[in-house]
């Protein structure tokens, strides 16, 4: 066990809905970062917040947006829902900074299925 | 540009012996970090192994160790006496900068390894 929680576990909905994920990263981090894993596109980096403020974008999508909060956990929303978000959504925590950890600690993920 | 290279989708190894998963990587950055991770078919990122560009020893986890050649851009995970429980997939991930302080991981494809009784 990581420390990372994940919510759902599972998801299954229809296109064009809009779906939030959470995240509660382990004890201690204040870096949450988002992953996309799917088939095609292999395991992406999406964003990541720290300490409550965005520090880096990846391959994110327009539709996609994420925030964490003052207890430090993060919602990352998917909207307009297409059959290719479909796909394993992971978060990881990490400590960032002097004499940080250097692993990032990654939750179960929650698998999205657009149906 | 594709910046973590793992050339070996799929793999096999007879259980009690070693074998290597190859990985190489392109950066520009004088200080970065490598990582190997294991995800088993239940789906969660298991942290294996980690090497700092500066670490001048190989960095070793139990069974795991990582392979290190910085000249050839090379971090190869080398699993000794395999296990029934190390088929899973592999993967291979370079730390980059994205910020004062901030990081983020970039992953190979993967190698799927399969380990034979």
């Known amino acids: 066990d990581s420390g990372v929680t994940q919510t759902p576990k599972h998801l299954i909905t229809a296109t064009g809905q809009r779906v939030t994920l959470r995240c509660s990263p382990r004890?201690?981090?204040?870096?949450v970062y988002w992953y996309q894993q799917s088939l095609d596109q292999g395991l992406q980096f999406l964003i990541q917040y720290y300490n409550g403020e965005e520090r880096a974008k990846g391959n994110i999508l327009e539709r996609f947006s994420a925030q964490q909060f003052p207890d430090l956990h993060s919602e990352l929303n998917l909207s307009s829902l297409e059959l290719g978000d479909s796909a394993l959504y992971f978060c990881?925590?990490?400590?960032?900074?002097?004499?940080?950890?250097?692993?990032?600690?990654f939750g179960p993920g929650t698998r999205l299925t657009v149906l | 540009a594709q910046k973590i290279t793992q050339t070996q989708p799929g793999m096999f190894v007879q259980e009690k012996e070693a074998v290597t998963l190859d990985c190489t990587y392109d950066?520009?950055?004088?200080?970065?970090?490598l990582f190997w991770y294991k995800q088993p078919s239940s789906g969660e990122m298991i942290f294996l192994i980690y090497?700092?560009?500066?670490?001048?020893q190989n960095a070793t986890e139990g069974r795991y160790s990582l392979n290190f050649q910085k000249a050839r851009k090379s971090a190869n995970l080398v699993i000794s006496a395999s296990q029934l429980g190390d088929s899973a997939m592999y993967f291979c991930?370079?730390?980059?900068?994205?910020?004062?302080?901030?990081?983020?991981?970039?992953f190979g494809k993967g190698t799927k390894l399969s380990v034979i009784p």
């Open positions: 991930a370079m730390r980059e900068h994205s910020g004062a302080g901030s990081y983020q991981l970039t």
């Open positions: 950066t520009s950055d004088q200080s970065y970090g």
């Open positions: 990881a925590s990490s400590r960032v900074g002097v004499g940080a950890d250097n692993e990032q600690f």
């Open positions: 004890s201690g981090d204040l870096s």
């Open positions: 090497q700092g560009s500066y670490d001048e």
